[in-house]
């Protein structure tokens, strides 16, 4: 993990519990990466989007309240996500082959809300600090993959409180480019679009 990402967790989680009322627990989910149909060629392969299989993650958060209403949510989450890519490169022999790459991440949202009852309103930035991945790709000649250590990104969502059970809905954006940890022969790669996702997750406070 870079020096970066531990400072933002020193900071969140130790700063928010001297915020007045506070709670902490565990919360786990699916998400589901929005990706549309793409095609790159270069030299003779073809590599497009085939779709994204459901992802998971799972980890702990904090909340502190400032105010009456106001809320502030850190939280770390170990995210697992995989796409699938069909590939077509005549060279390899590779015809209309589905081939996986999975990534993981430590995923750090600082989210800032209000609470109104049980229903709350979130938004805010979220980090991603690279962990690991497993790619079948490496099947492609000349294929290598350089995954950026830490990524930004955004979500915003609702959420619903009953008794200590929490419920979220979100909508995550990012802002770099899906596949700018590509290379064919060390040239990079990367599709048009933006990654997002559906992020959807239950809780338990302490």
């Given at each position: 993990m870079n020096k970066f990402a531990?400072?933002?967790?020193?900071?969140?989680?130790?700063?928010?519990?001297?915020?007045?009322?506070n709670n902490f627990g565990i919360k786990a989910g699916l998400s589901s990466e929005?990706?549309?149909?793409?095609?790159?060629?270069?030299?003779g392969l073809r590599l497009a989007i085939k779709d994204a299989a459901y992802g998971f993650h799972l980890g702990l958060f904090a909340r502190a309240y400032p105010g009456n209403h106001l809320f502030i949510?850190?939280?770390?989450?170990?995210?697992?996500?995989?796409?699938?890519?069909?590939?077509?490169?005549?060279?390899?022999?590779?015809?209309?082959k589905v081939l996986h790459e999975k990534y993981q991440n430590l995923d750090i949202p600082l989210?800032?809300?209000l609470k109104f009852g049980p229903l709350r309103l979130e938004a805010g930035p979220v980090g991603h600090v690279h962990i690991a991945s497993k790619s079948e790709l490496g099947e492609i000649s000349n294929y290598t993959k350089r995954f950026k250590d830490f990524q930004m990104g955004y979500q915003a969502?609702?959420?619903?409180?009953?008794?200590?059970?929490?419920?979220?809905?979100?909508?995550?954006?990012?802002?770099?480019?899906?596949?700018d940890h590509m290379r064919i022969g060390g040239q990079e790669i990367a599709f048009s679009q933006n990654p997002n996702r559906w992020v959807i997750s239950a809780g338990f406070a302490f």
């Open positions: 531990i400072i933002i967790l020193a900071f969140i989680f130790g700063f928010t519990p001297l915020m007045g009322q929005n990706l549309g149909f793409e095609e790159i060629q270069t030299n949510q850190p939280e770390l989450l170990f995210n697992s996500n995989t796409v699938n890519f069909r590939v077509n490169d005549l060279a390899d022999g590779l015809v209309n989210l800032v809300g969502g609702l959420g619903l409180d009953i008794w200590k059970i929490l419920l979220d809905v979100r909508y995550e954006g990012n802002f770099t480019k899906f596949g």
